[in-house]
């Protein structure tokens, strides 16, 4: 059952400030770890004095690398004393692989990433996982088949594949049918149909909600190289991906973070998946899907620390 989070002003996480935290504060540490024979890479980031820190394990959104924001939220955790692993998914960033967004996929390298970061010495015992987006589901799955997990925080997720089918229209579900119909086809004779991950309204992309082409492109570096374009067979798999459907066998606690003018990820989605998780907090704030990457950047994040305080007890 879901309960009110202390506000920031009340909390701990006061110390959460909207500068870039000076690497003087952290180290960081390059990571690799092998899936299914790929190897995936990500970044931990360590607070420098702070002995055996627990940890948070980030993994972000649809089709998005670590770099489009992870890198960020990371060094603002090691700033107040939780090591951070952000990642990459097989097949984004640096990470090898077919950058193909299938759930059960990007679920696989969750886990994998999670015992990457057990198997370091220098840090506690205590994980929690944090999620965004499509990564917000993930983690809420992930929790719910995995034991060791302390704690879950889920940003603006996405949770019910089948409440996506109801929000699109005849018009774009029989385009998103065929498209992904067409990739498979063309996978058969090793090739790939794609369509676009973020764009207008009015254009046929797997995110084309109001505000998704500014949101999503204001994260992206200026001096990445990833591509506006996934394989179309993803639009055949997340309306069947219900993360909420496993939130009840969840046994840690949980944050969801929503936005109740989120356009994407809508908010009663969000506020059902609180409801089922046993034992949730949720925040809801007065904002879109990437907002809290901008204006709500460190309010959204003094929300999260002051949950993984409570449940840390303060590092």
Same mark, same amino acid.
């Given at each position: ?23 003087? *504060? ?14 995936? =890479? ?9 002995? $055996? ?53 990007? =679920? %696989? ?12 010495? #220098? ?16 983690? =809420? ?7 060791? =997990?302390? %704690?879950?925080?889920?940003? #603006? ?56 082409? $500014? ?14 374009? #996934? ?10 991906? *219900? ?18 003018? $989120? ?34 950047? #460190? ?17």
């Amino acid at each position: 059952m879901s309960a009110p989070l202390a506000t920031p002003e009340r909390s701990p996480a006061r110390r959460v400030r909207g500068e870039r935290p000076s690497r003087e *504060r952290f180290s960081t540490r390059r990571l690799t770890f092998s899936v299914e024979g790929d190897d995936c =890479v990500g970044t931990l980031y360590r607070p420098r004095d702070v002995d $055996d820190p627990d940890v948070v394990v980030l993994g972000h959104g649809f089709a998005a690398e670590a770099a489009f924001g992870l890198d960020r939220v990371a060094e603002h955790l090691a700033e107040v004393g939780y090591a951070a692993f952000a990642f990459d998914y097989r097949g984004f960033g640096p990470s090898e692989g077919e950058p193909l967004v299938l759930p059960s996929r990007q =679920v %696989a390298d969750w886990e994998a990433a999670v015992d990457r970061v057990r198997g370091v010495d #220098t840090l506690g015992d205590g994980i929690a996982l944090w999620g965004v987006s499509l990564g917000g589901g993930h983690v =809420v799955s992930l929790a719910a088949e995995r034991d060791g =997990v302390d %704690a879950v925080i889920a940003r #603006t997720p996405f949770a019910d594949g089948r409440a996506l089918l109801r929000s699109k229209s005849l018009r774009y579900l029989a385009r998103a049918t065929t498209a992904g119909l067409r990739d498979r086809l063309a996978g058969l004779v090793g090739r790939s149909h794609e369509v676009k991950v973020y764009g207008r309204p009015d254009e046929f992309a797997a995110l084309n909600e109001p505000g998704a082409l $500014d949101g999503y492109a204001a994260l992206i570096p200026r001096d990445s190289t990833w591509q506006n374009g #996934t394989r179309a067979r993803t639009l055949l798999a997340l309306p069947r991906y *219900r993360p909420v459907t496993d939130a009840s066998a969840v046994t840690c606690p949980a944050l969801v973070v929503a936005g109740t003018d $989120d356009r994407i990820a809508p908010y009663r989605y969000a506020e059902r998946l609180a409801a089922e998780l046993p034992d949730s907090s949720l925040v809801a704030l007065p904002m879109g899907h990437f907002d809290a990457w901008d204006d709500r950047f #460190t309010e959204v994040l003094a929300h999260e620390v002051a949950f993984l305080d409570a449940v840390f007890d303060e590092p």
